[in-house]
């Protein structure tokens, strides 16, 4: 599933792929290393008009008394997402795009974590399904997991879901109902991935070297 990723694609590109407008608040790109809690770039619809706006990634459910009153969910899965009183409305009524330029994963390996880089084959942005939250004055966002397709060449056992473009009106509330139908792997040749240095371990790292190939 997703705990870090990228963005390098400029707001104005993502803004132009997604027809959205962009808000005043987003967080600076690029981003080679975007960790949970912070700010991260959301598309919504809203009375069909799209914004790409900015949201805590990090979902907090409204009986939450702070922030921190109960565990950081960053992922929610697509087999409970319907089900779970945290998420069964927002999935009804708050669907979102979180826009990303790739991820990271790790890999056990000799009591060592071996962080791969992921990104689309075409090169294009990604779109991650997503699900959101409003909490007091603060927008907070979570991004739906699915089991791992063949994209993930056995590194993890779950995955983001990952939206194709003709499917992003039914995600974001566009175009009717039987958004359930989405959440599922990519399928084999959409994603692609390398070896990155160990640097990216750390939630301060940050740079265009984190997403370089070494060897494996």
């Not at 960053?74 to 779970?84: E, L, M, P, W």
């Amino acid at each position: 599933m997703c705990g870090r990723f990228t963005i390098t694609h400029p707001d104005e590109a993502i803004a132009r792929l997604f027809d959205a407008v962009i808000g005043n608040d987003l967080p600076p790109v690029p981003r080679f290393n975007v960790c949970p809690t912070t700010p991260v770039a959301v598309v919504t619809s809203e009375g069909r008009a799209r914004r790409l706006r900015a949201m805590r990634w990090g979902f907090i459910p409204h009986w939450y008394k702070a922030p921190n009153d109960g565990p950081l969910i960053i992922n929610a899965r697509s087999d409970t997402v319907a089900t779970k009183p945290a998420f069964r409305e927002a999935v009804r009524a708050r669907r979102c795009i979180v826009p990303a330029s790739g991820f990271y994963e790790w890999q056990e390996a000799a009591g060592r974590k071996l962080p791969w880089y992921f990104k689309r084959v075409d090169g294009e942005p990604m779109a991650f399904a997503g699900i959101w939250q409003r909490w007091g004055e603060m927008d907070t966002v979570a991004i739906v997991s699915t089991e791992a397709g063949p994209g993930m060449a056995g590194l993890h056992h779950r995955e983001a879901v990952v939206l194709e473009r003709p499917d992003w009106p039914l995600w974001l509330g566009e175009a009717g109902h039987g958004a359930a139908v989405l959440m599922k792997p990519s399928v084999e040749g959409v994603l692609t991935c390398h070896r990155v240095d160990m640097r990216v371990n750390s939630n301060r790292a940050e740079g265009p070297e984190l997403i370089e190939p070494v060897r494996a």
